[in-house]
């Protein structure tokens, strides 16, 4: 089974940027689709964003027009740009491909 890594968490004032990324141990292409999940405290977790082999990316309508989900298929690795992040973006965010999920990173904006 692949193993995701996760990186770029941190502590952000509102209005700022970061940049999430997952690396993966094996093929992401050959897993397929990949997506960055959140989870808040006392909150399910939520899809953030998905993106297929081929590039077409999928968004939740909260952070439409904020976040870029990408990939590299030769380094394996999937990025979210996380830009006018808000204090409701606060939580921990996994990757997932396939059957696999990340350990999380945290990311805090704070107001």
């Known amino acids: 089974q692949v193993q995701l890594v996760e990186s770029g968490g941190g502590l952000v004032q509102a209005g700022g940027s970061l940049r999430l990324s997952c690396i993966a141990s094996?093929?992401?292409?050959?897993?397929?689709?990949m997506g960055w999940y959140r989870q808040a405290p006392g909150k399910q977790r939520e899809r953030v964003a998905s993106?297929?082999?081929?590039?077409?990316?999928n968004y939740v309508d909260s952070v439409k027009g904020r976040f870029t989900i990408s990939r590299d298929n030769a380094k394996n690795t999937v990025y979210l740009q996380m830009n006018s992040l808000k204090p409701e973006d606060t939580a921990v965010y996994y990757c997932?491909?396939?059957?696999?999920w990340g350990q999380g990173t945290q990311v805090t904006v704070s107001s």
């Open positions: 997932m491909g396939g059957p696999s």
């Open positions: 993106i297929t082999r081929g590039g077409l990316a």
């Open positions: 094996g093929s992401i292409f050959s897993i397929g689709t």
